[in-house]
């Protein structure tokens, strides 16, 4: 199957990035592909999540989502987007609504397949995600299928967490994609790199890591075999880039360091 790559340089204008993701939509179908993939937050975006994110908040048939739907139906390609989702349930009075950072999966045809709310929430370096943002309620798994390969969803700090990916893994998925808006700072672009290329190696996995652009991101989204091998890196600019996925890649990876079989629980 084929899969491209989306790095964009999302901000505040909704309509800006929905042109964006169109734009790249456009481009990957005329590429063969079978799948797009772009950054959390895809349809908003800033330097620090406040008050806004979740006042842009909408449900998952609400005019953002309707719009990113009827791209994908219109190009015919599968689409992987962040955007921001309003919570169902209302707050206790004395605790402010808080919305789900929330990846959508957008079937060819454009119907949704798939939709993940962020589990671990950056309250670091400084950050407090939590304070505007809700983690998923009900920690689960999300996968799905396309072009004969199954995909698990994961959305950037998750990254730090190995369980998560041996838990998608499990649960089938041959290729971990991984939504991300990676903050920047003192060796953060070393340990997005050696994470990702983990995450492959202890499961025998594709990793397909795609995260926003400087200067809100760090860029250098990427694509690592599931051996550990970066294939490509698409450096700090705007960019995309499209890549052929073998499950015979992932077969024999897994026949070679059978992690997942020899795995003891502790």
């Known amino acids: 199957m084929r899969i491209t790559?989306?790095?964009?340089?999302?901000?505040t204008d909704v309509d800006r990035n929905l042109e964006l993701i169109e734009d790249y939509c456009a481009r990957a179908a005329q590429a063969g592909s079978d799948l797009i993939v772009f950054p959390e937050y895809s349809t908003y975006e800033k330097a620090r999540v406040d008050r806004s994110f979740v006042d842009m908040a909408e449900p998952l048939d609400g005019p953002v989502a309707t719009k990113l739907y009827a791209t994908a139906a219109r190009h015919g390609i599968t689409v992987v987007a962040g955007l921001l989702e309003a919570s169902e349930e209302r707050e206790a009075s004395e605790e402010p609504d808080r919305a789900f950072n929330t990846l959508v999966t957008i079937g060819p045809d454009g119907t949704r397949l798939a939709s993940y709310r962020k589990i671990h929430l950056f309250d670091c370096q400084g950050f407090r995600e939590s304070e505007y943002i809700k983690p998923a309620p009900e920690p689960v798994p999300v996968t799905f299928s396309c072009g004969g390969m199954t995909f698990g969803l994961m959305t950037c700090y998750d990254l730090r967490f190995p369980e998560l990916a041996r838990i998608l893994a499990e649960a089938g998925a041959q290729v971990l994609l991984v939504c991300s808006s990676w903050v920047p700072g003192t060796?953060?672009?070393e340990q997005w790199a050696t994470l990702a290329k983990a995450r492959a190696i202890e499961n025998g996995m594709y990793v397909a890591a795609v995260s926003q652009t400087p200067p809100v991101s760090i860029g250098h989204s990427m694509f690592i075999d599931p051996l550990?091998?970066?294939?490509?890196?698409?450096?700090?600019g705007p960019a995309m880039a499209t890549l052929d996925l073998s499950p015979d890649a992932v077969q024999e990876a897994r026949e070679q360091f059978p992690t997942l079989k020899h795995h003891r629980l502790l």
């Open 5 to 11: 790559l989306a790095q964009i340089d999302s901000g």
């Open 187 to 189: 060796a953060k672009t």
């Open 228 to 236: 550990g091998t970066v294939l490509h890196n698409l450096g700090t």
